[in-house]
């Protein structure tokens, strides 16, 4: 089955420590995105990938790092500058090229709980 | 960043009944998408839009990109239980440079009563 999968489902991690996210892709996409989402409110994105060894910043990349060294897997580390990491973050990936670019399908998701 | 204004932002409806909801901005958008999240999980693409008065529909639902190319509506016919959950828009801003740059709605918690 092609899909996005990340893991692991629930991290919990001490405030101060770097946590760093898995995204694998197995649907030949060049485009990766990682999105925070906060309760109540709408996807916000933190960094995107449109090909490998390439990577941009998004709205909210403060305290965030990712890196792209292969096309399937775009992992992303939460540092300890990120002032409020607790969040559920999501990873999405897409064709690129053109409006395809926009068709964002995602992974199930990474419920981080620092404490 | 830009927003969208997603309304309403809840709704309890009974089995049976008609959805609709919707999402404005103040600037033009170039392409609008609609999503469904299931509690703790991500979100599914449920319709991709990407021309202005562009009316596409997937099973009982139905979504318009509206003509001033500043909003976009979503409708769910005979709504069922398994309609429950969250149904964000999201929208792309801005040209050619800006592919996959997503702006998302706050959402709109659909509840179903049987």
């Known amino acids: 089955d092609g899909g996005i999968t990340q893991s692991p489902k629930y991290l919990f991690r001490k405030e101060g420590q770097n946590v760093t996210l898995s995204c694998e892709q197995n649907?030949?996409?060049?485009?990766m995105y990682w999105y925070r989402q906060d309760p109540g409110q709408g996807l916000r994105l933190i960094y995107y990938s449109q090909i490998v060894n390439d990577f941009q910043k998004g709205d909210i990349a403060e305290g965030y790092s990712v890196s792209r060294e292969k096309k399937e897997s775009f992992p992303l580390t939460v540092t300890s500058a990120q002032k409020n990491p607790t969040a559920f973050y999501l990873c999405?990936?897409?064709?690129?090229?053109?409006?395809?670019?926009?068709?964002?399908?995602f992974g199930p998701g990474t419920r981080l709980t620092v404490l | 960043g830009q927003q969208l204004n997603q309304s309403p932002q809840s709704m309890f409806i009974q089995e049976g009944e008609d959805v609709s909801m919707n999402c404005t901005s103040s600037s033009i958008f170039n392409t609008w998408l609609w999503y469904k999240q299931d509690p703790g999980e991500g979100p599914v693409l449920l319709i991709a839009?990407?021309?202005?008065?562009e009316l596409t529909s997937n099973g009982r639902l139905t979504a318009q990109f509206g003509i001033t190319r500043k909003d976009s509506f979503l409708n769910i016919s005979a709504s069922i239980p398994s309609d429950v959950g969250i149904y964000f828009c999201?929208?792309?801003?801005?040209?050619?440079?800006?592919?996959?740059?997503?702006?998302f709605g706050q959402g709109t918690i659909l509840t179903v009563h049987p």
């Open positions: 999201a929208g792309r801003l801005g040209g050619g440079t800006s592919y996959g740059k997503l702006t």
């Open positions: 999405a990936s897409s064709i690129f090229g053109g409006r395809s670019t926009d068709t964002q399908y």
């Open positions: 839009l990407y021309k202005a008065g």
């Open positions: 649907l030949n996409h060049d485009a």
